[in-house]
């Protein structure tokens, strides 16, 4: 081969390779490279795709037309939207809170156990995720339906000889959301409960405070990160949360979450279920930043 | 409800179940009292029972058996939160998510006081500890130094009985731990509240301390003022941890009263000697000498405890040298005070320089052994 235009040797051409192993910017960029080209591409994308939709017009026949207007916010201001807003609204805020009410004690309880037990106890908490979403829902289902396994364990019991009709109730939804989310709530306040010094609760308790003051003055407040990162697990997804209504309560129960998926899958109005989509996004949001701002976000966020 | 002690451990005894089902007998017997007003420390290494026995004055730990008295009153299984001590933790334990002001008014709310006496009390204490412009700042705002006076504050205000100290110097540097040896000690004689003092530094306990407890495995071996347990050690292992000494095993040869003659049968030579407890002819012993008490000459100075030696080793500290010479066979540490103020370095002792050791009676000591 003959020799090319001689390269001197001691120079060396510059290389990417070279450039990411010296230079710090470059290392960074790497590492968040691939994944927030994958957000970009995959979320940023389609959020700003909904969003165009949900200003655009629906045809005869279920097709999209570049016809932009307003009328699909307005069509949601109509009450009836209203209502399902604020019911969808209510599920949210009351999974939240009864998955706090159950989850905190379990928390607190995971987290102040021997260090052997922790991980064991973790793990039965985490379980549930092996299985499928819908298998367990329909688990649930087969317990709560009328001659179900719940019914029959309140005969044999014999608390009552009438079947309790659970499913395809508003209790049932709210079972079957706890249910789901609960893992959600626990584990970051298990991070937060766990992060507390045992010896600053020995110090509240050698300054005078009897058990329940410990908790609430020490304790409690120093589980807010954890709190917050808990709620904005459950809330948000909550909110917008539709096969469980759907599997669990029937046609009674209709929340934001259906009224999207039917605009989608049944309707075919895909700009309304954007403009949906949009509504429920900017709620939630609105909703989660006031929360979070009056709880404390200065506190580093524990996920 | 007063008594002759502040406190009181009668007997106790603490054991513990290790993860792998062993008994831990962390506390072995222990027996103290500790006066009103005196500076108290525990002394001794990791795993000696002094952290454990603290515990167990402040209510975190029960003990398995025994009991603490407090001001005479038995404690019995009482929680923390019903003992009139306060503790200063190793770690500072301060509330992070409180000011300085509201920890240390943490106690004082425990107590139902008032704000305005809150706000008196609190501002007194951090007055006392000089943080009073901190008030409003954070723990994490502040130094370890702080965060330690901090925890001073916190626990002083509330007056009690008795102030239990865990290491709290632990984590300072060197030239700050010093500082605040004194300056606990200076609180201490001011505020006049009983300390008891938990440490593994000889150094902080001889400095700061009106009586010191030497533990080791669970067990109290000596309990004295500083002066005492330096120079009248009852045992091998308090003579070998407090300061240095030079231990030779020996037997009684003589005894009378307070003094004795030991064969040392490495020499075989008798030694005039002190004795700290009672022994008897044939006894075999340990005999213990300190460095700095041995008199170096280059000429024998007495026909008793006189021992020629040859130096293999010396190490120049600058106030004082320290010697290692074999003294027919034996290994010998001798300290001398540098009253040279030449740099002529024949004046300094040398490598294989033969000298001679006189070791004074009173400081030879006669211990058992064990």
Excluded at chain 1, 10 to 27: C, G
Excluded at chain 2, 72 to 92: I, K, M
Excluded at chain 2, 183 to 212: C, N, P, W
Excluded at chain 2, 330 to 359: G, I, M
Aim: aromatic share 10%; with cysteine; proline share 5%.
């Amino acid at each position: 081969m003959a020799s090319s235009a001689a390269v001197p040797t001691d120079v060396k051409r510059p290389s990417l390779l070279r450039l990411i192993r010296e230079n710090k910017v470059a290392q960074g960029l790497t590492l968040i490279g691939p994944a927030n080209v994958y957000l970009v591409l995959f979320m940023v994308v389609p959020l700003i795709l909904v969003g165009i939709l949900s200003f655009l017009s629906r045809g005869e026949y279920g097709q999209v037309l570049f016809q932009f207007n307003l009328s699909n916010y307005t069509r949601l201001l109509d009450p009836i939207y209203g209502r399902i807003l604020l019911y969808s609204l209510g599920v949210g805020v009351a999974t939240t809170v009864l998955s706090l009410l159950i989850g905190y004690p379990l928390a607190y309880y995971i987290a102040r156990a021997p260090a052997r037990q922790r991980s064991l106890l973790l793990f039965l908490v985490l379980v549930p995720f092996w299985t499928n979403f819908i298998i367990r829902i329909y688990a649930w289902i087969m317990i709560l339906r009328a001659g179900g396994f719940l019914d029959t364990v309140v005969q044999w019991l014999h608390i009552s000889d009438q079947p309790l009709h659970l499913l395809y109730t508003p209790t049932a939804v709210m079972i079957g959301m706890v249910y789901e989310f609960l893992p959600f709530m626990i584990l970051p306040l298990f991070t937060s409960l766990e992060k507390i010094e045992n010896a600053v609760l020995e110090a509240a308790a050698d300054l005078g405070a009897p058990p329940y003051r410990v908790f609430l003055r020490v304790t409690l407040p120093l589980s807010i990160p954890g709190m917050i990162a808990g709620t904005i697990l459950v809330f948000i997804p909550a909110m917008g949360m539709f096969v469980i209504p759907d599997l669990m309560g029937g046609a009674k129960t209709i929340l934001i979450g259906n009224v999207i998926r039917n605009q989608f899958l049944t309707a075919r109005d895909w700009p309304f279920g954007a403009a949906a989509s949009m509504i429920l996004m900017v709620l939630t949001m609105v909703f989660t930043f006031y929360y979070a701002r009056r709880a404390g976000l200065s506190e580093e966020l524990v996920v | 409800m007063q008594s002759e002690f502040a406190v009181e451990l009668r007997d106790v005894v603490k054991k513990f179940i290790t993860p792998e089902g062993n008994e831990l007998i962390a506390v072995d017997h222990v027996n103290m009292q500790i006066r009103n007003g005196e500076f108290f420390s525990m002394l001794g290494s990791s795993g000696c029972g002094k952290t454990t026995s603290l515990r167990m004055i402040a209510g975190f730990e029960w003990p398995t058996e025994g009991d603490i008295y407090i001001e005479g009153e038995p404690q019995g299984h009482r929680p923390p939160f019903l003992r009139p001590v306060n503790t200063v933790f190793q770690s500072y334990a301060l509330f992070q998510h409180m000011t300085v002001f509201q920890n240390v008014a943490f106690g004082l709310e425990m107590e139902h006081a008032t704000k305005s006496e809150i706000k008196s009390r609190v501002g007194r204490a951090l007055e006392m500890v000089r943080l009073s412009s901190m008030d409003r700042r954070r723990p994490s705002q502040l130094s370890g130094g702080q965060q330690q006076r901090v925890a001073l504050a916190r626990a002083l205000v509330k007056t009690p009985d008795v102030l239990l100290l865990d290491e709290p110097l632990g984590a300072l540097d060197l030239k700050l731990r010093k500082e605040m040896q004194l300056e606990l000690k200076a609180l201490q004689q001011q505020v006049g509240i009983t300390f008891i003092y938990v440490t593994h530094d000889q150094e902080e306990a001889l400095t700061m301390s009106d009586r010191i407890a030497v533990m080791s495995y669970g067990r109290v071996l000596q309990v004295g003022p500083a002066v005492e347990i330096y120079e009248r050690p009852t045992s091998r292992f308090v003579a070998d941890f407090i300061g240095e000494s030079n231990f030779f095993d020996g037997t009684v040869k003589a005894v009378n009263q307070k003094k004795a003659v030991v064969t040392i049968p490495a020499w075989k030579q008798d030694l005039q000697a002190t004795l700290v407890a009672d022994a008897a002819a044939g006894d075999a012993v340990v005999v213990s000498v300190r460095p700095e008490k041995i008199q170096i000459s280059e000429q024998p100075k007495t026909n008793d405890n006189c021992l020629e030696g040859v130096v293999f080793n010396s190490t120049y500290i600058g106030s004082d040298t320290h010697l290692f010479l074999d003294v027919g066979g034996q290994q010998v540490k001798a300290w001398e005070q540098n009253r040279v103020s030449s740099l002529d370095p024949h004046l300094f002792y040398r490598k294989d320089q033969k000298l001679w050791l006189t070791f004074p009676a009173e400081n030879v000591l006669v211990l058992p052994k064990e």
